[in-house]
């Protein structure tokens, strides 16, 4: 690639780092992300309605993600900080978006079949995993919460792919992928965000406000 085509690229690798620093374009993610929230549970409606509620807390992986990011990001503008909520956060949003990417990228490949569904899917759901990915470079999580959390993710896949409650999938083509991909991703999201955590205190910006 020549230079001239280099830096649009660097500009924008900037642009994505420096994201957390931009308070209204936080504002508008936390929107975005609200609203995925509500439209993920729904999509999960009917898989809801054939479960005991005891296992809800279990079922909606992605929208559940989404919504403590909502939740990290509204307190991270506010200065308000909570590492552990941080830590879950970011664990499952990389987790269950990559996870969505390859089982749904891996169904597309292997029937040919890409409906516009999962092609909205795959982008939003990458999304989620990038913009975890960013945030806690600025606002890293809590090593001991990123256990906590990956203890969470080990429990999650072992309920989803022993007692069935993983999310209804596209086809049986990817059954096996689904459960491999969950467990991969588990130690892998675990793994990335831990070791942010584990880094230089404070990220790139200074903590201020209460913590948790």
Same mark, same amino acid.
């Given at each position: 690639?020549?230079?001239?085509?280099?830096?649009?690229?660097?500009?924008?690798? @900037?642009?994505?780092?420096?994201?957390?620093?931009?308070?209204?374009?936080?504002?508008?993610?936390?929107?975005?992300?609200?609203?995925?929230?509500?439209?993920?549970?729904? *999509?999960?409606?009917?898989?809801?309605?054939? &479960?005991?509620?005891?296992? *809800? =807390?279990?079922? %909606?992986?992605? =929208?559940?993600?989404? &919504?403590?990011?909502?939740?990290?990001?509204?307190?991270?503008?506010?200065?308000?900080?909570?590492?552990?909520?941080?830590?879950?956060?970011?664990?499952?949003?990389?987790?269950? $978006?990559?996870? &969505?990417?390859?089982?749904?990228?891996?169904?597309?490949?292997?029937?040919?079949?890409?409906? %516009?569904? /999962?092609?909205?899917?795959?982008?939003?759901?990458?999304?989620? /995993?990038?913009?975890?990915?960013?945030?806690?470079?600025?606002?890293?999580?809590?090593?001991?919460?990123?256990?906590?959390?990956?203890?969470?993710?080990?429990?999650?896949?072992?309920?989803?792919? $022993? /007692?069935?409650?993983?999310?209804?999938? %596209? $086809? =049986?083509?990817?059954?096996?992928?689904? /459960?491999?991909?969950?467990?991969?991703?588990?130690?892998?999201?675990?793994?990335?965000?831990?070791? @942010?955590?584990?880094?230089?205190?404070?990220?790139?910006?200074?903590?201020? $406000?209460? &913590?948790?």
């Amino acid at each position: 690639m020549d230079e001239a085509r280099q830096h649009p690229l660097r500009r924008a690798a @900037r642009w994505l780092a420096d994201l957390p620093g931009n308070r209204p374009l936080t504002w508008t993610l936390v929107v975005v992300n609200a609203v995925g929230s509500a439209w993920g549970f729904w *999509w999960y409606h009917d898989q809801l309605a054939a &479960t005991p509620r005891w296992q *809800w =807390p279990v079922v %909606p992986d992605s =929208p559940t993600a989404s &919504t403590l990011f909502t939740v990290v990001l509204i307190l991270q503008l506010l200065e308000r900080r909570s590492r552990v909520l941080e830590a879950f956060a970011y664990l499952t949003m990389v987790k269950y $978006g990559l996870w &969505t990417v390859v089982v749904l990228g891996v169904y597309g490949a292997r029937t040919g079949s890409w409906h %516009p569904e /999962a092609l909205l899917l795959i982008a939003s759901h990458a999304g989620m /995993a990038i913009e975890a990915a960013i945030y806690q470079r600025w606002y890293p999580a809590a090593p001991a919460a990123v256990l906590a959390a990956w203890g969470w993710a080990a429990f999650n896949d072992l309920v989803d792919y $022993g /007692a069935g409650l993983h999310p209804y999938l %596209p $086809g =049986p083509e990817v059954a096996g992928v689904a /459960a491999l991909v969950a467990l991969a991703l588990a130690l892998l999201a675990g793994a990335f965000v831990y070791r @942010r955590a584990a880094g230089p205190a404070g990220g790139r910006r200074q903590e201020s $406000g209460a &913590t948790a």
